[in-house]
């Protein structure tokens, strides 16, 4: 079975310090995870996917992940936040072989000024 | 590139009563996929076509929903007899590849309320 935990329903920054979004992962086999955006009213979007290369991947808009088998964890990080980051954010796993996408239940990024 | 479209955005029914939802995938994406998201969770899997064949369905596809490809472009999905449970935003995603690692592109979904 597979599974993400995303460890807050909310998080929030001031623009321009840095965002950290937790996820953790259960898995029996070697996962691929990614991170998909959700904006109001907007369709979901990858940000970024780690597929068993490089454990630290980088995505759009400055956005990166690091892949850390030890513990487990996918989380999502970003140096400086900007207003138009304000979004929900869903933690993905699937497995090689299948292709479904078990999504988590999602952080909600909120940005003040 | 138009993106992967969902028609109606909205829908308002009664229980009881049937409905129809229509997702025109990205051209030439061989996979499409709906996904059902209630409020506080996160999408969750349904069903997926490879071309018109429907390789997969979670077991929270119940008999009430059917899904369809025929032509291997766009898909309808089908709840019947539609209950307050099944209110939820349905969405669609496709992809071009046939792994499960290739970008799955989502449209804007359908937001079915059932009164």
């Known amino acids: 079975a597979q599974s993400v935990t995303q460890l807050d329903s909310h998080v929030s920054v001031s623009e321009g310090t840095p965002v950290l979004l937790r996820c953790n992962y259960s898995?029996?086999?070697?996962?691929?995870l990614f991170w998909y955006v959700q904006h109001p009213n907007k369709g979901l979007q990858l940000l970024l996917k780690?597929?068993?290369?490089?454990?630290l991947v980088k995505g759009i808009n400055g956005f990166e992940a690091e892949f850390k088998k030890s513990e487990t964890s996918f989380h999502l990080t970003k140096p400086s936040a900007h207003m138009s980051d304000a979004a929900e954010y869903f933690c993905?796993?699937?497995?090689?072989?299948?292709?479904?996408?078990?999504f988590g239940k999602g952080t909600m990024l909120l940005v003040s000024p | 590139d138009t993106g992967v479209s969902q028609d109606p955005r909205h829908k308002i029914t009664k229980r009881g009563q049937n409905v129809t939802f229509r997702c025109d995938p990205i051209?030439?994406?061989?996979?499409l996929y709906w996904y059902r998201q209630t409020l506080g969770q996160g999408p969750e899997f349904l069903t997926y076509?490879?071309?018109?064949?429907?390789?997969?369905k979670s077991r929270l596809l119940s008999d009430r929903f059917s899904a369809e490809r025929p032509k291997g472009s766009f898909s309808t999905l089908e709840i019947q007899r539609t209950e307050q449970g099944d209110s939820a935003m349905y969405l669609c995603?496709?992809?071009?590849?046939?792994?499960?690692?290739?970008?799955?592109?989502f449209g804007p979904g359908t937001r079915l309320t059932v009164l």
């Open positions: 780690y597929t068993s290369a490089a454990t």
């Open positions: 051209s030439e994406h061989n996979r």
């Open positions: 993905v796993v699937t497995l090689g072989g299948y292709s479904t996408l078990t």
């Open positions: 995603a496709s992809s071009q590849g046939t792994t499960p690692t290739d970008t799955q592109y």
């Open positions: 076509f490879q071309n018109e064949a429907q390789l997969e």
């Open positions: 898995s029996s086999y070697s996962p691929s």
